[in-house]
């Protein structure tokens, strides 16, 4: 059996016309779904049809397989894979499901209706004494530009960070991930940022923008990965059709929240899911209330590996009955600062050489030149604590979906996310050692300001501690959907929703409240709202199997200050007629999109076609400028040929825009706002991906399986968006504005191998990226700062670096099953090769930034135990050799966790 993601394999004619596509974010398949039936005897292709529609699945099928022959009814809330069983009982047909594919074939001598092979990394039933129909499902997740993990891949890959469970993808990247909040800043191939990489939940789009200082801006989606079903990431501009999916030319990630399914035990229509974890390697800092004081804040350099300071705790219930399904979920997580690693510090201590001039002991009143060296230490030691990394949140998660009749339903969900995290800006990141002298302010029995001051005592050094900022994330969305059961034209979804961000944070310049981390206090709301409609019709056009997926879009966003902005921003010295203008930015952006997509059975050739039309209209209310953006077609062309038996070559083409963000085109206090001086325009991308994926069986024991990938992927963003520091025109050359410009381009092409091979008790997945001729040009950034137009580093007068990826990176996994799959276990290593960035990074900033981030290992350790049908644990030992190792997109030199152990146990009641 061939083992591919969709589109992978010939559809047939039949094949076509019974997929449909669905225009929503795909998302990985439960494998313990429940879906809701009323179908009356019929003929058996209706029936696989309507199946794959429920689970938003494409259908791969051969019409002469299904001609003639009828499905029984089909009645009742039952799992995909029972419906499966029951529509092709007596069919002597198989099924199996294949990343997002269900496949018919014809049984082989009278087999059972269904292949009886289970994946190792779904759940087992086997400790069920009454069979269960889904383990005679055969589910393979296969990689390649389409990626998914499910609940127990994300327990078993997560560290402190939400975004940790991004870890094991090859070529997808976490801007900053250890001072982004906990939130998620998703990059994919070196594309990221400002809407390139889109994370939509439960089908709405929920990042908020958020300025960084010298370390830029970050669209951050705040979740927590304890409410999380599953991640679909999709790499590449898509082939399908999504309402909201204008401006991600990097990808796409979906993520589906915890539902019915992963709450219930079988059979059960009320039910409680409990998850406890806990780790160790972290402490809770004490942050003083003086901002003068946070600059001194007193680290620790020892790691008690018994103390489980943090942790969290998941409660869920569900309910389900008839055509109603209800959850209702809260989460609780608390990390504090992480310690950092010890083996290969010495790879971050810099050899500074430099000429000083002594009195000369040969010749009285003459000095001799003498050589330096001095060895100068990252400012986080061996196991050190590292600040600005705790967090903290609460989270409440509510689904109801609810069929009317058994051709409309209506799913309402809402999700509130409250935290506190420690972050703060790169200029920040240094180290005060015994001797040197602090300075803070205090207010005396009068009222009057008086200075302090003190020295650092032997044995202690502090760094910049700050107070945790906040965020307050609400969203809301429904998504009414009309089926017809007898109608192959339409299959009609509305999705409506809306995210709300009120955020408070140190990041801006100019608040009244004091020095330090004072003068950056923030305060500032994010809102967006959307709706969109659209519809799927499977037709045929002479002879020509056709599936159409067409629709519109509209959505809103709006940066504003908060209400009371004026309390933090005013002075006791400015006239009563001051203009004060807001330090947040307060705008408006509207986009509309009109979209198609068309899957064509041209055999061999499999053919899919998204074509997408969509403009924007941004407007700053601080300086009264609108500016407006024409429509734009991006067009994506994917193509699929059948070369060999078990071998697909595919290949796919993209031309498509994006649009300025409202970040990008408004102003305000914060480091980088637009400038008029430069005028920008949108983004134009071109892409193109060729590879091939081909699978064997039956190698070293009966029944393995070794799926090979390799692609050939290129990206060229022309007029690519990003920062820079210009000279402001008519003014000396250090005069500059830190600004938003259209950079000429910016290449990144590369090369992605994949291996995975799986037996009854191995499995093991190898992955590598390589990028060759990355090049970056700017003609304007060029000539400010005296250099070539293109390079392969980025500029140093921009954050451009910090776009280049390491030039090759691997991912390898390699793990076992025992005891009838009751113990999983197994290691994964990462690792990155050097990274350079250019000379003068960032100079004048007062950050000292990384010019040089060297190779990285991480060696992770786990083991999942089945205690029954009910209760499950596991235990995760992540750098299990503590590394001392700094991401590859860290702009200073902040490690990341050293050896850390979590434990966790889940039971479901």
């Known amino acids: 059996m061939r083992t591919r993601s969709v589109l992978n394999t010939r559809l047939t004619p039949l094949a076509f016309a019974l997929g449909l596509s669905l225009s929503l974010p795909a998302t990985a398949q439960s494998h313990v779904a429940l879906y809701q039936f009323n179908l009356t005897q019929q003929p058996i292709s209706h029936t696989l049809t309507q199946v794959a529609e429920a689970a938003s699945m494409n259908l791969i099928a051969d019409a002469k397989l299904l001609n003639g022959l009828q499905a029984p009814a089909l009645k009742g809330e039952v799992s995909l894979t029972e419906a499966l069983e029951r529509t092709l009982k007596g069919s002597q047909l198989t099924a199996s499901i294949i990343d997002n594919n269900i496949v018919i074939k014809a049984a082989i001598n009278g087999s059972a209706p269904v292949k009886s092979k289970t994946n190792n990394t779904q759940e087992k039933a086997k400790h069920s004494q009454t069979p269960n129909p889904q383990d005679n499902i055969e589910v393979i997740t296969v990689k390649g530009d389409k990626l998914n993990l499910n609940r127990e891949q994300i327990a078993r890959t997560k560290g402190l960070s939400n975004s940790d469970i991004f870890s094991t993808f090859s070529g997808i990247e976490a801007n900053n991930i250890r001072n ?14 400002e809407g390139r990489v889109p994370i939509f939940i439960d089908g709405s789009l929920q990042s908020t923008h958020t300025n960084r200082g010298y370390m830029g801006s970050s669209d951050r989606t705040y979740i927590d990965s304890n409410l999380i079903s599953s991640v679909n990431v999709e790499k590449g501009a898509s ?43 972290n402490k809770t800092p004490e942050v003083p209330e003086s901002f003068g004081l946070q600059s001194y804040y007193e680290i620790s350099n020892h790691n008690d590996t018994l103390d489980f300071a943090g942790g969290g705790f998941t409660l869920a219930t569900a309910y389900q009955q008839d055509n109603l399904q209800a959850v209702l979920a809260y989460s609780k997580k608390k990390v504090g600062n992480y310690f950092a690693g010890k083996n290969s510090f010495d790879d971050f201590v810099e050899t500074v050489e430099y000429v000083r001039w002594v009195p000369s002991t040969d010749h009285e009143g003459q000095y001799d030149e003498v050589t330096v060296v001095d060895q100068i230490p990252p400012p986080v030691n061996q196991n050190g604590e590292v600040v600005n990394t705790s967090f903290e949140s609460d989270s409440y998660l509510a689904k109801l979906t609810y069929a009317f009749t058994d051709e409309q339903s209506l799913e309402v969900n809402t999700r509130y996310h409250k935290q506190e995290a420690g972050e703060m800006l790169a200029t920040y990141w240094y180290k005060q050692r015994a001797g040197d002298t602090k300075f803070w302010k205090v207010i005396d029995e009068n009222g009057q300001e008086q200075w302090m001051s003190e020295e650092i005592p032997e044995g202690v050094e502090t760094m910049p501690q700050w107070a945790p900022g906040s965020a307050l994330v609400n969203s809301a969305s429904a998504l009414y959907r009309f089926l017809p059961s007898n109608n192959s034209l339409v299959d009609l979804s509305v999705n409506v929703w809306r995210t709300s961000a009120r955020l408070q944070q140190y990041n801006a310049l100019g608040s009244n409240l004091g020095a330090n981390a004072g003068q950056y206090f923030h305060r500032y709301n994010n809102k967006r709202h959307g709706i969109s409609a659209f519809n799927t019709s499977a037709l045929s056009l002479a002879s020509t199997p056709i599936t159409l997926t067409y629709g519109l879009s509209w959505q809103v966003e709006k940066l504003s200050p908060h209400k009371d902005w004026k309390d933090n921003f005013n002075r006791d010295w400015y006239p009563a007629d001051f203009n004060l203008k807001a330090t947040s930015r307060h705008g408006k952006q509207t986009k509309r999109a009109l979209f198609a997509n068309a899957n064509i059975d041209l055999a061999p050739v499999e053919f899919a076609l998204n074509v997408n039309l969509h403009d924007s209209v941004n407007e700053d209310y601080q300086t009264g400028e609108k500016l407006t953006f024409d429509a734009k077609a991006d067009v994506t062309v994917q193509a699929n040929y059948q070369l060999l038996d078990n071998t697909v070559i595919k290949a796919k083409y993209s031309n498509a825009y994006r649009m300025p963000n409202l970040y990008e085109t408004t102003v305000s206090n914060e480091v980088f706002s637009y400038s008029s001086d430069y005028p920008i325009t949108p983004e134009k991308t071109k892409s193109y991906d060729i590879g091939f994926e081909s699978d064997f069986s039956n190698l070293l024991s009966h029944g393995d399986k070794l799926i090979i990938s390799a692609e050939y992927f290129y990206t060229n963003i022309e007029s690519m968006l990003a920062t820079g520091f210009l000279p402001k025109p008519d003014a000396p050359s250090w005069d500059q504005k830190f600004t938003f410009t259209n950079y000429d381009k910016f290449e990144l092409p590369g090369t992605e191998f994949g291996l995975h091979y799986q037996s009854d008790l191995f499995y093991s997945r190898l992955s590598y990226t390589k990028y060759t001729d990355v090049k970056m040009c700017s003609r304007l950034m060029a000539e400010a700062a005296g250099v070539d137009t293109c390079n392969t580093t980025g500029f140093a007068g921009s954050l451009t670096p910090l776009r280049v990826p390491p030039e090759k990176s691997y991912i390898a996994t ?16 990462k690792k990155h090769a050097e990274k350079h960035h250019p000379g003068g990074f960032l100079a004048g900033t007062g950050v000292t930034a990384l010019e040089y981030i060297p190779a ?14 009910s209760i499950k644990g596991n235990l995760a030992i992540t750098n299990l050799t503590d590394q001392y190792k700094v991401s590859s997109g860290s702009i200073v030199a902040m490690p990341e966790p050293g050896q850390t152990i979590s434990i966790g146990l889940e039971i479901k009641l």
Do not use: C, W
Not at 251 to 263: A, E, F
Not at 856 to 863: K, N, T
């Open 814 to 829: 390699l793990g076992m099953t025992l005891f009838n799959d009751t113990i999983g276990t197994g290691f994964t290593y």
């Open 239 to 281: 082939a399908k059709a999504s309402p909201f999916g204008s401006g991600a030319i990097g990808g796409t990630v979906n993520i589906r929240t915890l539902g019915t399914q992963d709450i219930l035990q079988d059979g059960k229509h009320f039910g409680a899911l409990v998850k406890v974890n806990t780790h160790n390697n």
């Open 180 to 193: 982004e909040a906990g939130a998620l800043d998703i990059g994919i191939r070196g594309v990221q940022g």
């Open 856 to 869: 990285g290992y991480q060696l992770d350790f786990y083991l999942d135990y089945i205690f029954s049908d």
